[in-house]
């Protein structure tokens, strides 16, 4: 009885052991064929980036439906950190925008190819291109039109809805701006941040960071073009979405984030207690990871300086975090002594960035033996830029003269400039040679002005001359 139970157990071990060999040996056969036929898709999901990189043969677009690119994305497992919420469809989301893609790109290359049967002295049948993501362009939240649309029409009960409809966000950036009704505010502040301290940085340079709130381009065709300052641009608007995304996490605006309260885990030595609400950047800079770098790629040079840029902005603003303390005591003693972290005001954060921009350093991409993008300097004996360095690609165009369609150049026709000066603002830089004009008015300002019980203030006007000079 004792043996046969033990040969009846040593059957099925060896029948459990040859079904596991005959399936891995059929998975082996699988792997074997699609390596001999070229056929190859790589998906890399990973937390640290949104980006979604996708090579393909050309043709497995047509061996590969997209149905069965659905169920292998829908099986694959995800995570993308707490920011987040349980129950997400993020993961819809990207299989929706990896489908627009594969659509996007097998139009392109069917036009490729017919091109090709046209001119056949430009054919060349060894070249693919790489599929091209479409342009998102989230900085039309801090327009002032959009900003004040966006913001009344967005409450509690329609942010689900209205997301969205936004088609100028990226399915993952609608999926970010889901989470809470504050959210789109909170990036469409941070946009206008970035948009308004670029132009206060840049109005007395002959490159004055244009805005056009009706415009779906914002600043127009200078965003297309890989100068210094489309890396400014990136910067700058990268650190004023991580401010407004902090702050608001502060100020309880946001339900996904808070104070930081890791920063009381740190040793202090009994100099001061921690307390009070220390500004949450982490966080702050990780959310801006996720809406604003995913929609780069990483695989293209334009992609690389963009990443690295965003990057400059985030290290900058960390750097601006400042130690506040509060003493408490009988009669004003310092007996105890509650320390915070907060942001520095984000003037400081442009002012840095500004100085950044006369130093940005002109670069190329080149590929490692990994394989990887990586930057180096286009010109020799020049060092390597550092992560807190900006760095372009192109040229600055000419922007002295209108040249709005190609170079999105304004030209620096009616500026007003510094007679005096010798710096950027003078005149004798800023016209670019063509002279300028002085132009006196005459105006009535307030002056002399009373506080009068109760409850007015009261003026008198003055007359005062006002000298300006434009150039031609």
């Known amino acids: 009885m004792l043996k046969s139970y033990r040969l009846n157990n040593f059957y099925q071990k060896n029948v459990t052991l040859s079904l596991n060999l005959i399936i891995m040996m059929i998975i082996k056969s699988l792997l074997i064929l699609l390596s001999i036929n070229n056929y190859s898709l790589v998906l890399c999901l990973s937390k640290s980036s949104s980006y979604i990189p996708i ?23 995800l995570s993308y950190g707490s920011i987040f919420p349980t129950g997400s469809t993020l993961e819809n ?21 017919h091109h090709h049967q046209q001119n056949e002295e430009d054919s060349n049948p060894n070249h693919h291109e790489s599929i091209k993501r479409p342009k998102y362009n989230w900085w039309r939240l801090g327009t002032r039109k959009n900003y004040a649309k966006h913001y009344l029409q967005i409450n509690a009960t329609t942010f689900k809805q209205r997301c969205p409809q936004l088609d ?31 132009q206060f940085q840049f109005k007395m340079n002959r490159w004055n960071c244009s805005a056009m709130d009706s415009a779906d381009s914002v600043f127009g065709p200078i965003i297309d073009i890989n100068s210094r300052e489309k890396a400014f641009i ?10 407004s995304v902090t702050r608001a996490c502060t100020k309880g605006e946001l ?13 202090v030595q009994g100099k001061w207690d921690w307390g009070g609400c220390s500004d949450d950047i982490y966080y702050g800079a990780e959310f801006s990871r996720r809406f ?16 690295h840029n965003n990057e400059v ?27 915070w972290r907060r942001l520095k005001p984000f003037r400081e954060v442009g002012e840095e960035l500004a100085q950044k921009f006369d130093g940005a350093t002109h670069v190329k991409i080149v590929q490692s033996r990994k394989k990887r993008s990586r930057l180096k300097p286009a010109q020799k004996n020049v060092r390597r830029p550092s992560k807190r360095d900006l760095v372009y690609l192109e040229d600055s165009p000419d922007f002295c003269f209108h040249n709005g369609s190609s170079h999105g150049s304004f030209g620096t ?60």
């Open 55 to 77: 090579t393909t043969s050309p043709s497995l677009s047509s061996l590969i439906s997209s149905s069965t690119t659905q169920q292998s994305l829908s099986s694959s497992s």
């Open 93 to 113: 989301s990207l299989n929706n925008q990896i489908s627009d893609l594969n659509a996007n790109n097998n139009n392109h290359n069917h036009n490729h190819h």
């Open 168 to 198: 100028f966000l990226s399915p993952l950036q609608q999926e970010l701006c889901s989470l809470h009704p504050n959210v789109l505010h909170t990036i469409s502040r941070g946009a206008r941040f970035g948009i308004e301290e670029c």
């Open 234 to 243: 990136h910067a700058i608007s990268t650190a004023g979405v991580v401010y």
């Open 255 to 267: 339900s996904q984030c808070g104070c930081d309260d890791k920063v009381k885990s740190q040793d």
């Open 292 to 307: 604003i770098d995913s929609i780069e790629d990483p695989n293209q040079s334009e992609g690389v300086m963009n990443l």
């Open 313 to 339: 902005g985030r290290r900058v603003i960390k750097s601006k975090m400042e130690l506040v303390c509060k003493c408490h005591g009988i009669s004003g003693s310092c007996t105890v002594k509650v320390c």
């Open 413 to 472: 026709t009616d500026r007003i400039c510094n007679a005096t000066s010798l710096g950027l603002d003078g005149c004798r830089y800023l016209c670019c040679g063509r002279g300028y004009r002085t132009i006196e008015n005459d105006v009535d300002l307030k002056c002399n002005c009373k506080f009068v019980w109760c409850c007015q203030v009261k003026c008198d006007l003055c007359r005062q001359r006002i000298i300006e000079h434009r150039c031609n």
